[in-house]
């Protein structure tokens, strides 16, 4: 079935460092492919999303582009801060399906 | 509040017991999801809703659990004769468009069962 590999945390960096956090998934379709933050104390909330190959999503200095090829969907920022802190999730959903397949999620750590 | 609201955040039982948990979601919404998120686990789908109905039950792991939506609002999932697995943080999630992948989650319960 349709599955979402995520890297392990947590992820420790310095601000101002740079950021990447690996997703790659599985499908028997062309899914959507999503990322989704959880802040402390918070629900969790769409970060981005990309719906068709090559497609970049973009959001708060975040992206990832959608690479049918390598079945990837990697998060990347240029310049993380303290604020950015939290759990990072990479979800799927098959084309016109409610469902979302998540990861595990990966936790990342800004320090000052 | 404008967001989906859970209720209750935390939930302490013993084993065997019958719990309740609810999800407020946001006004207006008419999908609403139910997820699990065990220790070092990714999120597993329950059960979804659309209106009061449930097309889609597929991910509730036994008989033990239901839920139920009113109103096409409130939903309560029930977990009867709790075990020690079913420790996890259940979540609540509500959409306004179907299958836009764009989901709202309240911030969850923890249930401990003892």
């Known amino acids: 079935g349709d599955s979402v590999t995520q890297m392990e945390g947590p992820v420790t960096l310095s601000e101002e460092a740079f950021l990447t956090i690996n997703c790659t998934y599985t499908a028997t379709g062309y899914p959507s492919l999503f990322w989704y933050v959880q802040y402390p104390g918070e629900g969790l909330q769409l970060l981005l999303k990309?719906?068709?190959?090559?497609d970049k999503g973009s959001n708060k200095g975040f992206e990832a582009t959608y690479r049918k090829e390598t079945t990837s969907f990697h998060l990347e920022k240029g310049s993380v801060q303290v604020s950015d802190s939290a759990v990072y999730f990479c979800?799927?959903?098959?084309?016109?399906?409610?469902?979302?397949?998540f990861g595990s999620g990966t936790r990342l750590l800004v320090r000052p | 509040g404008a967001g989906v609201s859970q209720s209750p955040s935390n939930k302490v039982t013993e084993k065997g017991k019958d719990v309740e948990l609810r999800c407020d979601p946001i006004?207006?919404?008419?999908?609403l999801y139910w997820y699990r998120q065990s220790l070092g686990q990714g999120l597993e789908f329950l059960i979804y809703f659309q209106g009061n109905s449930a097309p889609d039950k597929s991910g509730l792991p036994s008989d033990r659990f239901s839920a139920e939506r009113t109103g096409g609002s409130v939903s309560t999932l029930t977990i009867q004769r709790t075990q020690q697995e079913d420790s996890a943080v259940y979540l609540c999630?509500?959409?306004?468009?179907?299958?836009?992948?764009?989901?709202?989650f309240g911030e969850g319960s923890r249930l401990t069962v003892l």
């Open positions: 990309a719906t068709k190959a090559d």
């Open positions: 006004s207006g919404h008419t999908a």
């Open positions: 979800a799927l959903s098959e084309n016109s399906s409610y469902k979302l397949i």
């Open positions: 999630a509500s959409s306004l468009a179907l299958a836009s992948g764009e989901l709202f």
